[in-house]
T-cell receptor, first 112, second 118 residues
Framework: DQQVKQNSPSLSVQEGRISILNCDYT??????FLWYKKYPAEGPTFLIS?????DKNEDGRFTVFLNKSAKHLSLHIVPSQPGDSAVYFC???????????FGGGTRLMVKP | GAVVSQHPSWVICKSGTSVKIECRSL??????MFWYRQFPKQSLMLMAT?????????EQGVEKDKFLINHASLTLSTLTVTSAHPEDSSFYIC??????????????FGAGSRLTVL
């Protein structure tokens, strides 16, 4: 049972345009959501997070939106840069402990 | 910032041998470390939670006798894949939380260890 899903395995965007990565979850007990960026043969690096009490969090070019009623979150990157090309994982945390449940990842390719 | 080091980064072994992967927190103490496994083009699957000085907590479906976890100190956790077989070939990643740290965003991941079993 996949509690966190990223339905788009890949996304291709032109440099300078907006990249929108989507993530859906089923467990209403998740209270904290995170996005990680991962390059090949490297560990994930934390990008941005959002608490379930908020609906938006912005950090530079990265904005995460949370729609609790739809159990949906998205990561917006604008403007997209070639260096943003990587696999992006969304992750969710339950309200006990720091265990994370990851989505399947979306490979973003930003074309120059 | 917090750094987690994994060693080896890549190991190739023969079927039937055991392989040990180390996860070290270089500049902080970690009471809790997590071990993940990633299959090609798939998500990170939590295997177990490793707590310093106590037995690891394994996720459902993960064989504890197959994947031995030892967290003997506040800076080191090891994962030993015993009697490895080709189906154990995967990318193993550890993560750690600084002692006293709160919030999942303080999780720091290692660079991962690729295991190839021939």
């Amino acid at each position: 049972d996949q509690q966190v899903k990223q339905n788009s395995p890949s996304l291709s965007v032109q440099e300078g345009r907006i990249s929108i990565l989507n993530c859906d979850y089923t467990n209403s007990m998740f209270d904290y959501f995170l996005w990680y960026k991962k390059y090949p043969a490297e560990g994930p690096t934390f990008l941005i997070s959002i608490s379930s009490i908020k609906d938006k969090n912005e950090d530079g070019r990265f904005t995460v939106f949370l729609n609790k009623s739809a159990k949906h979150l998205s990561l917006h990157i604008v403007p997209s840069q070639p260096g943003d090309s990587a696999v992006y994982f969304c992750a969710a945390r339950g309200n006990a402990g720091n265990m994370l449940t990851f989505g399947g990842g979306t490979r973003l390719m930003v074309k120059p | 910032g917090a750094v987690v080091s994994q060693h080896p980064s890549w190991v190739i072994c023969k079927s039937g041998t055991s392989v040990k992967i180390e996860c070290r927190s270089l500049d902080f103490q970690a009471t809790t470390m997590f071990w993940y496994r990633q299959f090609p083009k798939q998500s990170l699957m939590l295997m177990a939670t490793s707590n310093e000085g106590s037995k690891a907590t394994y996720e459902q479906g993960v064989e504890k006798d197959k994947f031995l976890i030892n967290h003997a100190s506040l800076t080191l956790s090891t994962l030993t894949v015993t009697s490895a077989h080709p189906e154990d070939s995967s990318f193993y990643i550890c993560s750690a939380i600084p002692q006293g740290g709160t919030g999942a965003n303080v999780l720091t991941f290692g660079a991962g260890s690729r295991l190839t079993v021939l």
